[in-house]
């Protein structure tokens, strides 16, 4: 079992699959490039890394991020380190949690990502 442990969002959305899940890894990245965390992805949270969902470690000190996934046509990576503050992280279980488009924005933003919530509204009942 993996350990707990200002980019627009659309840089990290396959253009081919933009509704591609955005999955948070319990597991801390340390030295880990593409290949050592699409095995990390297909090895230890049994996940396929070449759907396009976006999979997304952290350091131990939870000041870094990695990201990566498939676009169509080869692995990408992404990293971010923020300078005086940590990512706020959640308590994963089972070695992934899904995030939303705006969470993860507020995530990656240095944001704490639990303050985002979607707007409710209702369908209209007619249309002019």
Known sequence: MPEN????????????NPSAPLR????PHNRKGHDGLAAL???ELHRNPFTGAVFVFRSRKADRLKLIYWDGSGLVMAYKRLEEHTFTWPDIRDGLMTLGHAQFEA???GLDWRRVRAVEARA????E
């Open 41 to 43: 992805v297909k090895n």
């Open 5 to 16: 442990g200002s980019a627009p969002i659309s840089a990290f959305t396959n253009a081919a």
């Open 124 to 127: 209209p009942t007619a249309i």
């Open 24 to 27: 948070l890894c319990g597991a």
């Open 107 to 109: 995530l990656f933003a």
